[in-house]
């Protein structure tokens, strides 16, 4: 072997060993960054405050309100619903029901053929002004002591029956005529004029819809959100593209063990009469909920089973614990020992421990 190439490979030897030792060099870095023995320069902020820590970027609390929208489905129902019905047996010979037909309380709806009933009125009548004259005729006799008392008595009973007799054949003649029980609207009537219909049978539907009543479902969990007078919004089909203004007009005083829910009555005001009984609601509340902090939800960890934030003070980490009520727009709103205002670590959470320095990275007006 020469001389120059025994230097060659010497010079190999030696380049090879000097790059192991570099490599060797920086993987020792690389562990000691890892294992936290590795020292950096100070950074600017630390320049600046004279102070190390863990960097971090915050966020700030706000409060919101934690209010809920609830849309659910429902059936109207007339403020006042009956089935109007025959009073007594006979021959229909009027029948005031016609489309879109308003009725005043007391109005007449129908009228039955009443020859009988008005002839027994009379005789009845006759006989209790005759009633009425014996017994007073007797009672001057009486009272002069030429009458017997047995006879007197005799007139009283008379005129008792025949008062009582008059009541029923007027009572009878009144049930010739069907009224209208409140105000309100009839619907189609099976019957007509010249029919002969018997007692109890159906005439039509009658219905007040000044308002409209819609019965719906209420889960148990938001029943501690609703109270009476709570507006709402309505919606229907029988009348589309309008909307409607509502409120909470009754709660059912208990829950249905098997749904879980409570039943509920709200009123829609009708006076536009453009609503109907028996029609599908869709409605929509806006229920209102107690004020409680929120943070960003990347702000929002989890260890050990709980949910917790980190709070800066005074430039040191504190690890606050918090309950999730729900997330909204980006944040969280959450329940726990926290105010408005409050700066809270949304990034380098993981190097965090309670009491620890921090260095924020973002100016205070850069998290409000």
């Not at 709200?266 to 009984?277: Q, S, T, Y």
């Not at 380098?348 to 924020?360: F, I, N, S």
Request: glycine share 8%; proline share 4%; with cysteine.
């Amino acid at each position: 072997m020469t001389t120059t190439s025994f230097w060659k490979q010497l010079i190999v030897c030696a380049a090879l060993l000097a790059g192991a030792w570099l490599g060797w060099q920086n993987r020792i870095e690389v562990m000691a960054l890892w294992s936290g023995q590795h020292t950096t320069a100070p950074s600017a902020n630390e320049r600046q405050t004279g102070r190390s820590g863990t960097p971090v970027i915050t966020g700030t609390t706000i409060t919101i309100q934690d209010d809920l929208s609830f849309t659910t489905i429902g059936t109207g129902f007339a403020a006042r619903s009956i089935t109007l019905r025959a009073p007594s047996s006979g021959k229909i010979i009027a029948l005031e029901i016609a489309a879109g037909a308003r009725f005043a309380q007391g109005d007449v709806v129908m009228r039955l053929d009443d020859d009988d009933q008005r002839f027994a009125v009379s005789l009845a009548q006759a006989r209790f002004e005759r009633a009425t004259s014996d017994r007073d005729r007797f009672r001057q006799l009486q009272n002069a002591g030429t009458a017997a008392t047995v006879r007197y008595e005799e007139t009283q009973t008379e005129f008792a029956l025949t008062e009582i007799e008059l009541e029923r054949a007027r009572a009878d003649l009144e049930d010739r005529v069907l009224r209208a029980p409140f105000d309100g609207i009839a619907g189609l009537s099976p019957v007509e004029v010249g029919d002969r219909i018997a007692v109890d049978d159906t005439v039509a539907a009658f219905d007040d819809r000044s308002v409209i009543l819609v019965e719906f479902d209420l889960p148990e969990a938001l029943l501690g959100r609703v109270k009476l007078g709570l507006p709402l919004k309505a919606s229907t089909p029988s009348a589309e593209g309008r909307n409607f203004d509502g409120q909470i007009a009754v709660i059912d005083s208990r829950i249905d063990a098997a749904t879980r829910t409570a039943r509920v009555r709200a009123l829609i005001d009708n006076a536009g009469d453009l609503l109907r009984p028996g029609a599908s609601f869709s409605l929509s509340l806006d229920l209102p909920g107690e004020t409680f902090p929120a943070v960003p939800e990347l702000a929002l960890q989890f260890a050990d089973g709980t949910l917790h934030v980190w709070r800066v003070v005074d430039e040191t980490a504190e690890r606050v614990p918090v309950r999730l009520v729900r997330r909204r727009g980006g944040n969280v709103i959450v329940d726990g020992p926290l105010s408005e205002g409050d700066r809270i670590v949304v990034e380098g959470t993981q190097r965090l421990r309670p009491g620890a320095a921090v260095v924020v990275l973002n100016p205070a007006e850069e998290t409000s």
